[in-house]
C-alpha cells in the first residue's frame, strides 16, 4: 500500500470512527433519558443577579438529591420585594421564574402534580408588569416636574394630586398580588408534599 492509500485509509477509518461514536450516542441517549438521567435538564437555566447563590445552594441539593432540604430553600428563595429599577425588576422576574422551575423538579421527584402552576407563574409576571407600571409612573411624574422646573413653573395641584391617586392605585394592585401570590404559593408547596394521583387530564409542564 502507497502512502497516499495509507492516508486515505486512515482518513476514512476516523471518519468511521466518529460516525460510529454519533450514531451510538444517538442511539444511546434516548436510553438514558427513560432511565432519568435527564430529570434535571432544567438546571441548564443558570442562575443570575444577587439571589443566584440561593438558587446554586438549591441546585447543589438536587445535584445531590436532597430533595426535601432543596425544597425548603425553595419556599425561602421566591422573592416578592418590590425592585427600584428596570434591570432589578427585570432580574427579580428571571430569578422568581428559576426558583420555579427547580419547584417543578422537586415535585416531579415526588410523584405530584403542581395544578396551579400556571396561575403562579401567571401572577409572577403580573407582578414585574406592575411594578414596571409603578416605576414609569414615578419617573413621568419626576421628569414633568423637573421640565416645568426648568420653565419656572410648577406642576398644577391638580396634575399632582392625579398622579399620586394613580400610584397609590398602583400600590393596591402590588398588594392585591403579593397576597394572591402568598396564598397560591402555599397551595403549590402544599400540593408538592402531598402529592395527588396523577390524572390523565393533568398538566403538562412547560
Known sequence: MGFFDTIIALALAVVGSFAFCFLGWTLVLPLLSSFGFSKHKRLRTKPRGKHRKRVSKIDKYLENERYDLALKEIEKAIVLTTARNEQAISELRDHNQTV???????????????????????????????????????????????????????????????????LSAIEQKLEQNKSELESALKQLFAAIRNPSKPQGSDITYH
Open 100 to 166: 420555579l422551575s427547580r419547584a417543578i423538579i422537586v415535585s416531579e421527584h415526588f410523584g405530584g402534580r403542581i395544578h396551579n402552576l400556571p396561575d403562579v407563574e401567571r401572577l409572577l409576571l403580573e407582578r414585574a408588569e406592575i411594578q414596571l407600571m409603578h416605576l414609569k409612573t414615578k419617573e413621568s411624574l419626576t421628569n414633568i416636574s423637573k421640565k416645568r422646573g426648568k420653565a419656572g413653573k410648577k406642576l398644577p395641584e391638580w396634575s399632582t394630586s392625579e398622579f399620586k391617586k394613580k
